[in-house]
């Protein structure tokens, strides 16, 4: 069962990686990165282009190989410690830095806001539970 839910959220953090090209232009970004400096925006840009890969690589390795995390390897260990780390952190800034007011009264924006926290939540929960079962086996 937890194989199945590791290929489903390779499946979720793919579907991330394609969403990402909206982004920009529903955001506004070029508009609203004009006020800062070249160096910042164009950080920005790069920034977001290693987090498109970084979702691609491991959206490709969980449908690939998802019983590969499961096995009590060092390798295993080490990819789920980083996963749930990394899912619980984006749940943790989901929840507790961005500006309730960004969302709240809004209803498209609750409504995002809620389904990218169900998203967070089911990800650093699948990651914790692989990683619960390969510490205690």
């Given at each position: 069962m937890l194989n199945v839910h590791l290929f489903l959220a390779g499946l979720v953090i793919l579907g991330l990686a394609a969403a990402y090209p909206i982004y920009p232009r529903y955001?506004?970004?070029?508009?609203?990165?004009?006020?800062?400096?070249?160096?910042?925006?164009?950080?920005?840009?790069?920034?977001?282009?290693?987090i498109v890969m970084l979702l691609i690589l491991q959206g490709v390795l969980l449908l690939a190989t998802p019983q590969a995390l499961v096995e009590p390897t060092t390798a295993g260990f080490a990819l789920l410690i980083g996963l749930t780390a990394f899912w619980v952190y984006r749940l943790f800034a989901q929840l507790f830095l961005y500006d309730r007011r960004l969302w709240y009264g809004h209803r498209l924006h609750t409504t995002v806001h809620v389904v990218f926290t169900a998203i967070w939540g089911y990800l650093s929960g699948v990651f914790g539970w692989a990683l619960w079962n390969v510490m205690v086996s």
């Open positions: 955001f506004r970004w070029r508009e609203e990165l004009q006020a800062v400096s070249l160096l910042t925006r164009q950080v920005f840009f790069v920034h977001c282009g290693f």
